[in-house]
């Protein structure tokens, strides 16, 4: 079956509205206030951060299709807090490099906010260019610089991006840990790592984190009047940063051994919101 968000015709706000509507028939929670995208290394903080009142095959829900990337899963998941907020967990993201267009990438978001929530947590496994950066360290999106030379915006859509990833939750973050640091994150198309000078090229525009998702994902948040609170997992330090070579099942072994840590942290941050 084609997916809807192909179709040019077609609005992407009418699919995001329409797969919030099955979200809330097949969760059976009308509304969510808070959504979190769980990238390479995050999943686990789902089980932590409440009850799981429904977990649905996001393949069922309009415009969201099977993940291409071993190591992702594609499940949406409802979760009760014990604030007796509700959060929707979205296991399923797409990836740019994917190549399926922009809409596809920010379909999550978009639904996230037509299902009611307010916040945005975005999550991801990213390269650290700054030396002093360990893999498996968890830092704060403070900025990005979207290499992507695209926009989930379109036609004439001026949106402000200024303090795009709140300073307030990055300040809620640190209460749970005051050790986090942050970073400008850059986001380039992938899927290849960067080259060594282009990771150069990223530091020297200001930038410390490298990865594929997120920024995209963070203007479409905005777009939809979210507040977005970003988190990488450092899974290596960044092409030429490190001696080593990367490889996707370091990336994989990184999160792998840091997902306990953490999710426990992520699930700290969700229940002070
Ligand atoms: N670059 C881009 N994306 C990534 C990296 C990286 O070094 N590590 C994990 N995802």
């Known amino acids: 079956m084609p997916n809807p968000l192909e179709d040019n015709e077609v609005n992407p706000m009418e699919i995001a509205r329409l797969a919030a509507d099955q979200i809330a028939d097949l969760t059976g929670v009308a509304s969510h206030d808070i959504a979190l995208t769980l990238g390479s290394g995050w999943a686990k903080a789902a089980d932590l951060m409440g009850e799981t009142v429904a977990s649905i095959d996001a393949t069922q829900i309009a415009g969201f299709s099977a993940p291409v990337v071993a190591g992702h899963v594609a499940t949406i998941?409802?979760?009760?807090?014990?604030?007796?907020?509700?959060?929707?967990?979205?296991?399923?993201?797409?990836?740019?490099?994917?190549?399926?267009?922009?809409?596809?990438?920010?379909?999550?978001?978009?639904?996230?906010?037509?299902?009611?929530?307010?916040?945005?947590?975005?999550?991801?496994?990213?390269?650290?260019?700054?030396?002093?950066?360990?893999?498996?360290?968890?830092?704060?999106?403070s900025d990005h610089i979207n290499l992507t030379a695209s926009s989930p915006l379109e036609g004439a859509t001026f949106i402000d991006l200024t303090d795009l990833y709140s300073r307030d939750l990055r300040d809620l973050a640190r209460t749970v840990d005051s050790t986090l640091d942050e970073g400008v994150y850059v986001q380039f198309r992938g899927p290849h790592y960067e080259t060594p000078a282009e990771v150069q090229m990223a530091k020297i525009m200001g930038g410390h984190i490298v990865g594929?998702?997120?920024?995209?994902?963070?203007?479409?948040?905005?777009?939809?009047?979210?507040?977005?609170?970003?988190?990488?997992?450092?899974?290596?330090?960044?092409?030429?940063?490190?001696?080593?070579?990367l490889s996707h099942a370091e990336v994989i072994e990184s999160g792998q051994l840091a997902e306990a840590r953490i999710s426990a942290l992520l699930a700290q941050i969700v229940a002070k919101l």
């Open 77 to 141: 998941r409802s979760i009760l807090l014990p604030s007796g907020k509700h959060a929707l967990v979205l296991g399923a993201r797409t990836h740019f490099y994917e190549g399926h267009g922009v809409r596809r990438v920010v379909h999550g978001v978009r639904t996230a906010a037509a299902a009611g929530a307010k916040t945005m947590i975005l999550t991801n496994g990213a390269g650290g260019i700054k030396p002093t950066w360990t893999a498996g360290q968890p830092v704060l999106i």
């Open 212 to 245: 594929m998702s997120t920024a995209l994902e963070a203007i479409a948040a905005r777009q939809a009047g979210m507040k977005v609170l970003g988190l990488s997992l450092i899974t290596n330090l960044a092409a030429g940063i490190s001696p080593n070579p």
